[in-house]
Structures are given as C-alpha cells and as structure tokens.
C-alpha cells in the first residue's frame, strides 16, 4: 500500500477502541471516513478532519480500504453485509478488515461473501486494552491471505506494534480467543489477589508494588489491580464484552473436545456481572462479584 496519504480508510465502529484508531490513522496523514451508530464520537472525528457519512455503504464507497470495530458478530455483519452495508458500496480491489473481537467461524464466512464480489477481507483482532489503542502499540493478529496481510502491514503500523500473520482467514480470530483465554483468568487472578490481601489486612498499596513487580505481574495486575483498590469500575474493556468472548472460547473448546476450567469459571462469574446489570463496566468490576461471594470489600 504505496504513499500512505494516498490511501483513503474507512473506519466504522468508534467507540473507546475505535476513536482512538482512527484519531492515530488521522495524525499519520491518512484520510479517514468515519460511520457510527450514535453520532456524538463522529462529530469529534469531524472537528479532527474526518469525513462523516451516514451509512457503512458510503464509507466503502468513499475508501480503498474499510475498517470496522463493532461489537460483536451480528453488527459485525449487520455493517459490512446488511442494508446499506459495506458489500452494497463495495467494488472490486476493496479490502475490509474487521478489527473487533468474535468467532473464526463468522471470519471465515465474511471471508467467503465478500470474496466473491473481489474484495479481500482480513480478520485482525487487536490487543492492549484501551491503552494500546491511545497509544497506537496494540498487538495485531491477523487472518486472510497473505497478500493482502502484506499490502495492509502500513495500515496496521499506524495502530499498532507488534503485528502478526497468523495464517488463513479466521486464524486472527482464534488467536484472539485463545489472548482472552489468559485474560479472563488474568482478571480473576488480580480480584482474587487483591480480596485475599485485603482479608488478610495487609496494605493494598504495598500488596500491589509486590504483585506487580514480581512473578505474579501481569498486565492486568499492573492496569486494572489500581482500579480495584480505587474502586474506579470505568470501562476499558467493558464486561460484557468479555462475557461475548468467552462464550466464543467455550463454543470453540467444544468444538474442538478441550477442557478448559479456568475460562468456564470466569465465564459463569461474568453472568453474574450481567444479573447486577454491571455489563457497561469495566472488566475489574469482576472484584465486586467476589465481594459478594465472601461478603466483605477489598480496602
Ligand atoms: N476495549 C478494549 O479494551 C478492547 C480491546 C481489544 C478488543 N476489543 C474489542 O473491540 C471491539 C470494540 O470494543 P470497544 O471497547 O471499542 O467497544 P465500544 O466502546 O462499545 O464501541 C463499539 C462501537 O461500535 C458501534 N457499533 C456497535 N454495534 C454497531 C452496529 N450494529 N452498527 C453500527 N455501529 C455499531 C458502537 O456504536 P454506539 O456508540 O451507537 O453504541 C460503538 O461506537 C469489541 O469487539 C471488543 O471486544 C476491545
């Protein structure tokens, strides 16, 4: 992909990963046309130097190359195939790249629809958080043909750092599961921590320079561990986005006949998040779960 200003992006879905995206692509000098749902983080965009369109379908017509982080599979699907979607404003040469987190399965049959109108498409989930995305350093793993993995690798530069090939269409995707995998365990691995010190008194400023300095680190002990002892349930990640992951994990470890314990654990645990109506959250509201399981609070 030669001459980056030259090469005009799409982006659909500019939500708390999304707008940061874009805004990054933007300060590389690439020109942008941005779609969401609601219209408030558009017109931020807008100010930027964005162009705003109405559909999905005009933001394929107005790009050589359409970017989406929705949700979940169904708006995944609903902006690149539906009504006034990205398919209808699609031509030959187009290539789509859905950055959000879902199933390899849904990838592969994207893949297989628009393939056949001649547009590539590239399953490329993402990881590092909020942060990363502010930061332009997520980690990109991505799926699809390598041609086209190869002609986007500038695209993925102005988001990310560390991006990898991970082989045919889906491939991003399952990687992707198994990164949510360790990071839903991660997430209770930093809450159960964190309730066991507090219930043993010691102070949780000093239980986290010891956790987070030793072999216990992770980057959810280091980004979310402050929040819980703040009490600061803020979305980063919010939880019902992971609860959507971890119902992929588990169809897949079905799939494919695997235990997989510590992922159906926290699974169940984040329905219970759901049942509080705590889903908009942030994923380290999972430390008020506990809370109630043993009928004290971290402090
Ligand atoms: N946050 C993280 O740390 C993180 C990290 C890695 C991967 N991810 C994944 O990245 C994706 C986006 O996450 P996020 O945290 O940015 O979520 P978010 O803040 O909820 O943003 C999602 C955006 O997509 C738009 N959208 C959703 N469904 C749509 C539809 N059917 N049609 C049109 N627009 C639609 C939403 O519009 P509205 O404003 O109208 O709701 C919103 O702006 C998810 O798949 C998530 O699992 C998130």
Known sequence: MSGKSSVRIGFIGVGIM??????????????????????????????????????????AKNSDVVIDMVTDAPDVEAVLLGEKGVLEGARPGLTVIDMSTNSPEIA????????????????????GGDKGAREGTLTIMVGGKREAFDRCRPVFEGVGKEIVYMGDSGSGQAMKLCN??????????????????????LNLKDVLRVLTSGAANSWNLTNLGPKVVAR?????????????????????????????PGSSTVYQLFNSIMAENDGERGTQIL???????ASREIK
Do not use: W
Not at 180 to 193: D, F, G, K, N, R
Not at 237 to 257: C, G, M, P, T
């Open 18 to 59: 999304g707008k940061q995206m874009a805004s990054n692509l933007m300060k590389k000098g690439y020109r942008l046309t941005v779609y969401n749902r609601s219209k408030k983080p558009v017109e931020e965009l807008h100010s930027l130097g964005a162009d705003a369109v109405d559909s999905p379908m005009e933001v």
């Open 108 to 127: 592969r049959s994207i893949f297989s629809k628009l393939g056949n109108k001649g547009v590539d498409f590239l399953d490329a989930p993402v990881t």
């Open 180 to 201: 949510q995998t360790a990071v839903a365990i991660h997430t209770l691995a930093t809450c159960e921590s964190l309730l066991l010190a507090s219930s043993a008194g």
């Open 232 to 260: 600061d349930y803020e979305p980063g990640f919010k939880a019902a986005h992971l609860l959507k992951d971890l119902r992929y994990v588990i169809q897949l470890s079905e799939k494919n006949r695997i235990a997989l």
């Open 287 to 293: 430390a008020k779960i506990l809370e109630k399981l």
